[in-house]
T-cell receptor, first 112, second 114 residues
Framework: QQQVKQSPQSLIVQKGGISIINCAYENTAFDYFPWYQQFPGKGPALLIAIRPDVSEKKEGRFTISFNKSAKQFSLHIMDSQPGDSATYFCAASMNRDDKIIFGKGTRLHILP | NAGVTQTPKFQVLKTGQSMTLQCAQDMNHNSMYWYRQDPGMGLRLIYYSASEGTTDKGEVPNGYNVSRLNKREFSLRLESAAPSQTSVYFC?????????????FGDGTRLSIL
């Protein structure tokens, strides 16, 4: 019940295309859903986050879509660029809980 | 603007040797965490500390010990290193006082056990 399942494990997208990464969770007590971006040799860094009271959040080319009834959320990267090539992690946590549960990650490669 | 600082950045050990990975944060965060990252396994929580003086086991604590030295520092110790502990280790910190907040990560320690 604590798992966050992420897919796909790897993704190749042409420059200018849309990259889509999906995550699903079981625990309905989760109320904070961040996405992290990790470049080689670096630690993960927060990219964008959403709470379940909204269905979509957009920051520049990055959009989170959230479906509370299906217990799913996804990251869309519009107009994907080679600089977006990185590993992306979805995650979930409960309010005031110390732990964040991470998905296993998606390695995204944008072809120039 | 240091954020979370981990030392060392790289280390090679022989099986059976011990070592301590150091982590310090300057953001006045209450909670600190140690993760290991292995290919295809994502980030797995080893230990965490919700506040100074407290520590709790995560998903993969066996073979590790931790010390929350003060609010800034959280160290991870391998008493008798094994090849299965070859990994990239990340320290993170977070505050949860005012609602959910993201974790801030260091840039990792790359550890090889021969």
């Amino acid at each position: 019940q604590q798992q966050v399942k992420q897919s796909p494990q790897s993704l190749i997208v042409q420059k200018g295309g849309i990259s889509i990464i999906n995550c699903a969770y079981e625990n309905t007590a989760f109320d904070y859903f961040p996405w992290y971006q990790q470049f080689p040799g670096k630690g993960p860094a927060l990219l964008i986050a959403i709470r379940p009271d909204v269905s979509e959040k957009k920051e520049g080319r990055f959009t989170i879509s959230f479906n509370k009834s299906a217990k799913q959320f996804s990251l869309h990267i519009m107009d994907s660029q080679p600089g977006d090539s990185a590993t992306y992690f979805c995650a979930a946590s409960m309010n005031r809980d110390d732990k964040i549960i991470f998905g296993k990650g998606t390695r995204l490669h944008i072809l120039p | 603007n240091a954020g979370v600082t981990q030392t060392p950045k790289f280390q090679v050990l022989k099986t059976g040797q011990s070592m301590t990975l150091q982590c310090a944060q300057d953001m006045n965060h209450n909670s600190m965490y140690w993760y290991r990252q292995d290919p295809g396994m994502g980030l797995r929580l080893i230990y965490y500390s919700a506040s100074e003086g407290t520590t709790d086991k995560g998903e993969v604590p066996n073979g590790y010990n931790v010390s929350r030295l003060n609010k800034r520092e959280f160290s991870l110790r391998l008493e008798s290193a094994a090849p299965s502990q070859t990994s990239v280790y990340f320290c993170a910190s977070r505050t949860i006082q005012n609602s959910n907040q993201p974790q801030h990560f260091g840039d990792g320690t790359r550890l090889s056990i021969l």
